[in-house]
């Protein structure tokens, strides 16, 4: 057991990861140093080696022939020596053996300091130690090494010191390893590399990006033309997401995630890839479907290397930090994140049945709230465009429940655009007043009983097959049920109103409120029953506070109106504060070139007077359609044109409200304008002296409809209006005869050549007399012009 504890452990690879960045650099740094102490060592032993070569060739060995006359001194030492030898006690075969090695050169030139005898073959049976005892010692004082105290460490056994040498630096060693690394330097260096100029550094540059294009539009076009046999290119062209070279770096790496996206997009099949299981495996298979396997392996895995490419891209930008290769530099990081961005959106909308689809959901709704205004838009608009097509409402559940949980996660402070994006969701078609249970409700198969009581034996036989068929042919119906359908949208819906409701709730000065309140006078029609008494309260309470804008406390009215035309039709509740309001508000309206909330008050008054006008007094009619009559006469002519199509409709809903036209009738009490109640302010003692005014509108579409309801708003005869006004709703009428692209709508047209050419002429028409001009052609063109218009162009000319 001892023995197990002691044994060093190979740690896993959690422990490798969580490894802190100073350890892995201790380990790095301690690499190196041993790889270069190893390279010192080695230059050593050459040099050595080298020097003993020149050593072994510069001496010479010496001549055996005349030693007398070269070294008599020498000689006569030897001789002595010799004499000294005791020649009698050696044997003579030992003595010849010395004969004959001091006849060899190789004996005098011989390195005697080495430790091998000569005659090691003959003298095997030597002891080791005998053989130790040869070499000789060289007796040098190593100076005593100072030790450095460790902290110690306990075991078992008990506290064991630890002690490490102080090292020792050698100036000598250091002196060489300069003069080593100085030699190195020198052998190394190279001719210096020619500077290029910009202009040959751009042909240059523009070579390697066109030869980079090639080799992108070759694998791309190989896979293409046979994805099963090519996915490995996959790689190849995903392994140049890691371009080096600097010069072109940035440019090939967004040709490559464009290049990839599109191929995805196109090669992808049209269901999702799972991963096989182990009996599956084991299995032995066609070469077809093995073929096929290991393309969907081989796709999946790439798509997945893709993706996790991309969100590195995008958290580089966002870190903004310099990598160690140094290819790309920090102003091109944020281009290279708007192209993964652009590339995951696109991916979003182009593939939400793929693989790993909500994790492109996870990336992508964070950058909805990004500070980059561009990235922002770019993902919202995304998030829009897989909303109006997606049909089952899977991906859109997805999408809403990280969204929602985003929102929450940072305390309601988002963009509002992001809940702007939750309009865009196609749930129009559900039917929540039903419940689920009556919707589609699965075909019940007749019992055995049920079948012997009313069938014969052979009637029974017909109808076991054809509920055996219609089994079959419901398991493999590839269309979702409209069940399955129902409960996702349901779902989604509920998660809104949640994300709604906490808004209303906790943040009610929120810069999402405009956008809460838009969302649930869309949605209003389709929230239970159980919520509505609460609902209009709140929306009261946030009208009366005074905190909203204009158009917030007109989006409060709108909901209030859609929830009671809905559901709320079997509720006993009088919304007459919400008429109040509207009623002393409509002056508000912007009368400029923004014309702010005219749409949410066209569409206020449908929902509050014609769809509820069993509900709505004679009173209160007469007070709104005089009060749009007066609003007519201030705003711009398309604002204009919506108010009185509007007056129009009411007129027909409410038939008794012509006594408006009469300037002759009479009733008890007088006209109170400037009351804010409209069920008292006396409306039927007035007219609609406005649309005279209006008559002599300068915009002929304004001229017409004021026309025609001083005729009584008639549906035939000469006061009628043409099927192209008539059969148009206010706010269409409001968009078609819209100015804002600062033009005369409809364009003024003559039918005189003369004008034109006056026209045409520039200067010399504005010099002349306006008023001249106008008489000159009133047979024929000022006639038709109202005094207004006149006005208008003298105004807009000088």
Avoid at 445 to 470: C, D, H, I, V, Y
Wanted: hydrophobic share 35%; aromatic share 6%.
């Amino acid at each position: 057991m001892k023995a197990r504890r002691n044994k060093k452990q190979i740690p896993s690879f959690r422990k490798l990861i969580k490894t802190s960045k100073v350890k892995l650099e201790n380990k790095l740094k301690n690499k190196q140093f041993k790889q270069q102490s190893t390279l010192k060592k080695y230059r050593k032993e050459q040099r050595k080696l080298r020097q003993a070569v020149k050593d072994a060739v510069s001496k010479k060995p010496i001549p055996l022939e005349n030693p007398k006359e070269k070294r008599p001194g020498k000689r006569i030492e030897r001789e002595e020596e010799e004499e000294a030898l005791p020649l009698d006690m050696m044997d003579e075969d030992d003595l010849q053996l010395m004969k004959d090695l001091g006849q060899r050169a190789s004996f005098l030139t011989r390195d005697l300091s080495s430790s091998e005898p000569v005659h090691a073959k003959k003298r095997k049976h030597e002891r080791i130690i005998d053989k130790y005892e040869k070499i000789p010692r060289t007796l040098q004082t190593a100076p005593e090494k100072e030790l450095i105290h460790l902290l110690p460490i306990k075991d078992e056994s008990g506290i064991i010191p630890q002690t490490r040498e102080k090292p020792v630096t050698d100036s000598n060693k250091d002196e060489e390893d300069q003069e080593e690394e100085r030699e190195l330097e020198e052998e190394i260096t190279e001719d210096p590399i020619q500077e290029l100029t910009i202009e040959e550094h751009l042909i240059e540059r523009k070579k390697k990006l066109q030869e980079k294009k090639m080799h992108i539009a070759a694998l791309a076009s190989a896979i293409l033309s046979d994805p099963e046999s090519n996915i490995k290119k996959l790689k190849e062209l995903r392994s140049m997401l890691m371009e080096q070279d600097p010069d072109v770096a940035v440019t090939v790496r967004k040709l490559v995630i464009v290049s990839l996206m599109e191929l995805f997009k196109d090669i992808t099949p049209s269901y999702k890839i799972r991963p096989l299981t182990e009996a599956e495996k084991s299995t032995k298979t066609r070469k077809e479907t093995q073929k096929l396997r290991e393309f969907e392996e081989g796709l999946v895995s790439q798509y997945k290397f893709y993706l996790e490419n991309l969100e590195q891209m995008v958290k580089d930008w966002k870190q903004r930090k310099l990598k160690k290769s140094n290819v790309v530099s920090l102003k091109a990081y944020k281009g290279l994140a708007e192209v993964a961005v652009k590339s995951l959106c696109e991916l979003l909308v182009a593939l939400p049945h793929f693989n790993f689809h909500n994790n492109i959901i996870v990336l992508i709704v964070p950058l909805m709230n990004d500070v980059s205004k561009s990235i922002s838009e770019m993902c919202c608009e995304a998030v829009k465009k897989l909303f109006k097509q997606d049909k089952l409402g899977q991906a859109s559940l997805g999408v809403i429940k990280v969204i929602s949980g985003f929102v929450k996660g940072r305390n309601y402070e988002v963009r509002p655009e992001m809940l702007k994006t939750f309009l865009c969701l196609r749930i129009k078609e559900v039917e929540v007043k039903k419940d689920t249970e009556d919707i589609n409700k699965p075909k019940k198969f007749m019992t055995f009983k049920e079948k012997r009581k009313s069938l014969s034996r052979m009637q029974r036989k017909w109808k076991k097959a054809e509920e055996k068929l219609e089994r079959e042919l419901r398991e493999a119906e590839a269309s979702e049920s409209a069940e399955k359908k129902l409960k996702l949208h349901t779902e989604t819906l509920n998660i809104v109103f949640v994300t709604y409701f906490r808004i209303l709730k906790k943040a009610q000065r929120s810069p999402l409120l405009p956008a809460v309140l838009e969302g649930l006078a869309k949605f209003a029609h389709l929230i239970n029953v159980e919520f509505f008494d609460d609902l209009l309260v709140v929306l009261h309470t946030l009208i009366e506070s005074g905190d909203l804008s204009y158009q917030e406390s007109l989006h409060c009215v709108q909901t209030a109106f859609h929830i009671l035309s809905g559901q709320g039709d079997v509720l006993n509740i009088d919304p007459m504060k919400f008429y109040t309001h509207l009623y002393k508000t409509l002056f508000k309206l912007h009368a400029g070139a923004t014309n702010e909330g005219v749409e949410i008050v066209l569409q206020c008054l449908d929902v509050m007077l014609t769809k509820r006008r069993k509900q709505v007094s004679q009173q209160r009619a007469l007070a709104f359609i005089k009060r749009l009559c007066t609003l007519a006469l201030h705003v711009l002519p398309n604002s204009s044109i919506g108010i009185l199509a509007t007056t129009r409709i009411l007129m027909h809903t409410f038939p008794k409200t012509d006594l408006l036209l009469d300037s002759e009738s009479q009733g008890s009490g007088v006209f109170l304008p400037e009351l804010e109640e409209p069920e008292y302010c006396n409306a039927q003692n007035t007219a609609l002296w406005e649309l005279h005014a209006l008559r002599r509108h300068y915009h002929p579409i304004v001229q017409r409809f004021a026309a025609h309801l001083i005729a009584g708003a008639p549906s035939e005869g000469s006061g009628a209006l043409k099927p192209e006004l008539s059969r148009r709703s206010a706010a269409e009428l409001f968009e078609a005869y819209s100015m804002a692209e600062m033009t005369f709508n409809p364009p003024v047209e003559s039918s005189n050549p003369k004008i034109k050419g006056k026209v045409l002429q520039g200067d010399s028409f504005l010099n002349e007399d306006l008023n001249q001009l106008i008489k000159r052609y009133s047979s024929e063109v000022a006639t038709e012009l109202p005094l207004d218009f006149t006005k208008y162009l003298k105004t807009s000319l000088h």
